[in-house]
């Protein structure tokens, strides 16, 4: 079975009654799309999971973050034979402005 890490982002409001989710955009895999998700993705070689979480959620938002909490909660979700370990980090907006589009680029539109 393939493992594949995962840094996920729980931005929340600062009453802690609000998360920020993205809707996924890609049409070659019917199943997850148009799903809602939290912001996030796989790491770069020898990054962080922090800094993957960091990244990402700026790549997909526009918003720059701060991890609340250094240390994720994990959970693994197995889909279609690989296992991903979700590591998801408490989080706060800081700067920036969401941009739903930064999500969508043009190869991910092809398909």
């Not at 809707?23 to 939290?38: A, G, K, M």
């Not at 526009?62 to 980090?89: C, W």
Request: with cysteine; hydrophobic share 35%; net charge negative.
């Amino acid at each position: 079975m393939k493992h594949i890490k995962v840094a996920l982002a729980v931005i929340t409001n600062e009453n802690k009654t609000q998360v920020l989710l993205t809707q996924r955009y890609d049409p070659s895999h019917p199943t997850v799309h148009l799903n809602w998700q939290l912001p996030g993705g796989g790491l770069k070689p020898k990054e962080s999971l922090a800094n993957a979480c960091v990244r990402e959620a700026y790549e997909e938002t526009g918003m720059n973050i701060r991890l609340i909490k250094q240390e994720p909660s994990v959970i693994h979700s197995y889909f279609e034979g690989t296992d991903f370990a979700l590591h998801g980090f408490l989080a706060e907006a800081i700067s920036g402005t969401i941009n739903s589009e930064l999500d969508r680029s043009e190869e991910r539109r092809v398909g």
